[in-house]
């Protein structure tokens, strides 16, 4: 009996932290040194996100009815859980990072706003700029037409100024 309630110890653990979830990527860390996954783990940890390898199974009974059910076809062999909580792309984007030097890091899959990639769609996520980022290009993209307007308004009223001097 023991053995079932550690098991089911487990799957809660997951569900609690999938309820607060916002993205979920699968990898496949297989052969990567200690160095690499530590090194990975650091940027996760700092970022906010959690990283855990946990047996496909738990992983299976914890996804069932939730957002991230799709991602059950993909759970063979090894499997790390990347979980994010605030911005949904900031696991898979640390990930692809670091697996630009670490060759053994792959992506299997994953779920963003209840949608599922593959391993090529969560690569594309990876690549989408973080929040902020979009946020300033967006300020930057409206701060050139104001200036371009306030400097023809300032024309025209030292135009009008120079008018009304003569």
Known sequence: MAKIEAKQAV?????EKLDKAVSLV????????????????????????DYKVYKNTMINFAIKGTQF?????????PTAVV??????????????KVSETAKNLEFKAGVVEGIVYDAEGIKAIADIP???????????????????????IQAIADKDNEAAAE
């Open 11 to 15: 799957v809660n653990e997951i569900k």
């Open 26 to 49: 699968l990898v496949d860390a297989r052969g990567l040194t200690v160095a690499e996954d530590t090194d990975l783990r650091k940027q996760l940890r700092e970022a906010g996100v």
């Open 83 to 96: 979980i994010a909580y605030e911005e949904a792309t900031k696991g898979a984007a640390i990930v692809k």
């Open 69 to 77: 059910e799709g991602v059950s076809q993909y759970l063979e062999g």
């Open 130 to 152: 973080s929040r902020e980022v979009l946020i300033s290009k967006l300020l930057g993209s409206f701060k050139s037409p104001i200036s371009s307007f306030a400097r023809v």
